[in-house]
């Protein structure tokens, strides 16, 4: 149903900018329709269950100002981390994400406002009836009446509004802004991910260098042990069993050194990709696995809510579906339309701009839908749904970030432990296998004694490392659930979304 409810005749002298007054009045009594936006409890515990008994290790890091990373006091990973935010080409995805949804965001308001046209024109006709009319910038007409041929001038402007009576744009305007904290905070989570993932590549590497380091300790000292073997073979005192054991430890440790290198090369191309870098401009000095593992507290778990960005994402994604709800209850009402015109038309066109030639007209329009089979209703209904599920995301997500927390607390904690039980255990190991050495060249025990401890000593060596490298990653995993230093108050602010000039074309 279509209705007119005003509208003037042609070359009236009433001012068309009366019109702006019907604009700001309608404005400002519009109401808007549908459910405002309250954000729904999520289950927060009081405390986190595995901080019992739980102290944070030293060095405590919890006053460091800057990058996250910078509580690992190394430099190469410092210079590392800062090429992500620039280079990295998955940020730089969700970078553009984000200034897509920005610009959603003003095409959104600009429904909010008039749509103005300008539109000059002339024509040349003949001067009589029967005559054919033609454009100046084309043909002429083909008339034989004896008449002269007349120019009409014209230029004329309209303005098309529809006013935000129900709130249905600015409910759209509402979403669109939510949508746009949403990607800001999904690239905000996307640099903390590639940021963790860098740092995690950068442990594993450097816990490749510590283990490359070890097995050549570990082969210089077999090959001591080989030559004293094979020198009491020689010299009769030894069976060559035990030289060529002896000789076959060796070059096992050898070829375990030389595939150590497989690993490292993966883990240096990682870094070079997420850097933004191919792999062959990219090489990492080697350096040994730090042994200090800082440890941020993880907080009061009601302040994870304001910190982790994935948790964020998933509340501003309430508010843009629970807007969506507000612009399928506004189909149920009228759809209101207004419009205006006004020019000069007329000869010649040196007077074309006179009060008389001028024209104008102003009219308004009402549409409503009176029957559509029920299909407003299933979409409030369907928007209510997907509203819903936003709210059981937002939940999961809240309940996820606090496992994370939980997981690596424990992680820390237990590692910690076992860290302490496997430097025992080297330092026991070691000392067996010199107790065990210097038996055997007193030709007291079998060498098969010697290689025994031999082998349990770099295998609790190397758990001593795997525990080593797994509290770092365990570190920097839980500086990533915490959100990296990150806060809510660094969404772009709702004002800011929608600062622009509306005069803009």
């Known amino acids: 149903m279509s209705v007119t409810l005003f509208k003037p005749v042609h070359r009236q002298r009433t001012p068309v900018a009366r019109v702006a007054g019907v604009f700001l009045s309608l404005t400002l009594s519009a109401c808007m329709v549908g459910p405002d936006y309250h954000k729904p409890d999520a289950p927060v515990p009081v405390a ?22 910078s509580i690992y006091h190394d430099p190469e990973l410092d210079q590392l981390e800062r090429q992500v935010e620039t280079s990295n080409q998955t940020v ?68 098309d509004w529809s006013p935000d009576v129900w709130g249905k744009v600015r409910r759209q305007v509402e979403s669109q802004v939510a949508l746009a904290q949403v990607n800001a905070a999904d690239l905000a989570n996307a640099k903390l991910s590639a940021q963790m993932t860098l740092a995690t590549d950068y442990f594993d590497l450097r816990a490749e260098d510590s283990l490359a380091e070890l097995l050549r300790q570990t082969v210089a000292a077999f090959q001591r042990a080989y030559d004293i073997v094979n020198n009491q073979y020689r010299a009769g005192t030894s069976s060559s069993a035990d030289a060529v054991t002896a000789q076959a430890q060796l070059e096992g440790a050898r070829a375990e050194l030389v595939g150590v290198g497989v690993q490292r090369a993966i883990f240096e191309h990682a870094i070079a990709v997420l850097t933004g870098h191919p792999p062959s401009d990219l090489t990492i000095p080697p350096a040994l696995l730090t042994p200090d593992v800082p440890v941020l507290p993880p907080g009061l778990p009601s302040t994870l809510l304001e910190r982790n960005p994935t948790i964020a994402a998933a509340e501003r994604q309430m508010q843009e579906e629970n807007a969506l709800i507000g612009v399928q209850v506004a189909a149920f009402y009228p759809d209101i339309s207004l419009s205006t015109l006004g020019g000069f038309a007329g000869n010649p066109l040196s007077q074309l701009f006179t009060t008389a030639n001028s024209l104008w007209s102003l009219g308004a329009s009402a549409s409503e839908t009176l029957f559509a089979g029920g299909a407003r209703t299933a979409a409030v209904q369907a928007a209510r749904a997907v509203y819903d599920q936003s709210v059981a995301n937002y939940r999961q997500t809240v309940l996820t970030a606090f496992q994370q927390v939980e997981d690596e607390v424990a992680s820390l904690r237990i590692l910690e432990q076992q860290e302490q039980a496997e430097t025992i255990a080297v330092a026991s190991a070691q000392k067996a296998v010199n107790v065990l050495f210097n038996q055997y060249r007193s030709g007291t025990v079998a060498y098969t004694a010697v290689i025994t401890e031999q082998e349990i000593l770099l295998g609790d060596q190397q758990t001593a490392l795997s525990v080593q490298q797994s509290r770092l990653v365990a570190s920097v995993a839980l500086v990533g659930a915490l959100g990296g230093g990150w806060h809510t108050g660094d969404l772009p602010d709702k004002d800011k979304l929608q600062d622009w000039n509306p005069l803009l074309p």
């Open 48 to 69: 986190y269950k595995e901080t019992k008994g739980w102290t944070v290790a030293q060095p405590q890091d919890a006053s460091d100002r800057g990058p996250w990373w």
């Open 92 to 159: 730089k995805q969700f970078e553009a994400e984000y200034q897509n949804a920005v610009a959603l965001v003003r095409e959104a308001r600009a429904s909010l406002f008039p749509t103005a046209t300008i539109n000059p024109g002339v024509t040349r006709s003949s001067g009589s009836g029967g005559g054919g009319t033609g454009s100046i910038f084309g043909g002429s007409g083909g008339g034989r009446s004896g008449g002269a041929p007349v120019t009409q001038y014209s230029i004329e402007g309209t303005v």
